[in-house]
């Protein structure tokens, strides 16, 4: 049985909380302050917490920034009746959770959203996973560089961001490559333009991109081989280009906060497991007629995992956006029932379908007809304008 804590200095919404979680089978625990929250943490157990934001003495932010330091594997929930902008950007930025509701808030959606992400981290922490992450060297030390560059973010000093990227020759390099080759529409010529452009959410996200990157050997990304591994980092990129593509000429609008790279990250389970396996996925991979349904197969009869379960870990543990987590998870199903952020999800499922298409005029994956429908874009329409764009969209 999952055991949920609830935090809030209204009695009527501690009240109204319980009797929503009465007729499920989760514990429920209240408290009215983040002092009491705390100490009642350190003698119970709990799985999730749904903090208030607005508190008096420690905030929600506060709480969940302490809970999120203590009890690293515990989900965190805020709750809003406000949008404030600077309490939410910067609970955004240090990313303290996984989920946010706003008030009011839907009974039956809220619910339905606590079973999901309740399922997503059940996967996440499944034994299978836990087994082959400890057997496998997949968890390596991040390069000094990204760690000093991220504790500028940490510390919310854009400024000495800025002034760190320009002065590393190789983050430079990659930033400006992402810039040109992630980003669809016209990008800004310097670096610190395309860093103010791109913003301290996403260059977080960059940055533990670069961190795969530079320990994968693959950090001067001007080689045009065809390889497996030079053709998952092209695929990397046109996915990314295709997803904004989607959202600005379909959607009319950006994705979430902090996504911007989403598609870049989504296939990282992959790109880490050929590192360890190259020859076996050369083989799978050039052999005709595999799609992704069989490589998760393959992988799973292989490993008891998959690479959407192995780069869903990674991102999780390197405290990335739920949003992005859920697309690695889950974008060769992005039907799945389970997932919350179903819009992105879909999107990258798409996109990551058409790079494929375009860079080698066939396909590791299998496109689920009724995405298209989900978003409500006509496919017939938008193959037509991708191909008008291709040029400009793909990485070639």
Request: aromatic share 10%; hydrophobic share 40%; net charge negative.
């Amino acid at each position: 049985m999952n055991r949920i804590l609830i935090v809030d200095d209204e009695t009527q919404i501690l009240k109204v909380m319980k009797r929503l979680f009465s007729e499920t089978s989760y514990e429920i625990f209240i408290a009215k302050d983040g002092k009491d929250a705390l100490k009642l943490l350190e003698e119970t157990e709990v799985d999730l917490i749904i903090s208030d934001m607005k508190m008096p003495l420690t905030d929600g932010y506060r709480l969940l920034s302490m809970v999120k330091e203590k009890y690293p594997a515990m989900i965190r929930i805020s709750l809003s009746g406000y949008a404030e902008g600077t309490s939410m950007y910067k609970a955004s930025l240090h990313n303290i959770s996984d989920f946010n509701i706003f008030k009011p808030w839907n009974n039956e959606k809220l619910l339905q959203d606590i079973n999901r992400i309740f399922a997503t981290h059940s996967v996440l922490n499944s034994k299978a996973l836990e087994t082959f992450i400890n057997d496998t060297p997949i968890l390596e030390e991040m390069p000094e560089n990204c760690k000093r560059l991220l504790s500028f973010i940490e510390n919310e000093d854009e400024e000495a961001l800025i002034s760190g990227i320009e002065q590393d020759p190789v983050i430079s390099k990659l930033l400006m490559q992402v810039a040109n080759w992630a980003i669809y529409g016209a990008m800004p010529g310097s670096i610190k333009q395309a860093a103010i452009y791109i913003g301290m959410h996403n260059l977080k996200c960059f940055l533990h991109w670069a961190a795969i990157v530079m320990k994968a050997g693959h950090a001067d990304q001007t080689n045009k081989g065809d390889n497996i591994t030079e053709l998952l980092w092209k695929h990397a990129y046109s996915t990314n280009k295709i997803l904004l593509f989607l959202y600005e000429a379909f959607l009319h609008k950006q994705p979430p906060e902090a996504s911007l790279f989403t598609g870049l990250l989504h296939n990282i389970g992959l790109v880490v497991l050929l590192q360890h396996n190259q020859k076996m996925y050369d083989d799978f991979l050039h052999s005709p007629a595999n799609v992704t349904q069989n490589l998760l197969s393959f992988e799973e009869e292989k490993f008891g995992v998959n690479h959407q379960e192995v780069g869903a870990y990674l991102l999780n543990r390197k405290d990335l956006p739920f949003p992005i987590v859920e697309a690695a998870l889950y974008h060769h199903n992005p039907l799945d029932s389970v997932i919350i952020n179903k819009e992105l999800v879909i999107c990258v499922h798409i996109a990551e379908y058409y790079a494929w298409e375009f860079i080698l005029g066939k396909n590791y994956s299998e496109l689920k007809e009724e995405a298209f429908e989900q978003i409500k874009v006509s496919r017939e329409d938008f193959e037509t304008r991708l191909e008008r764009f291709k040029k400009k969209i793909l990485f070639v």
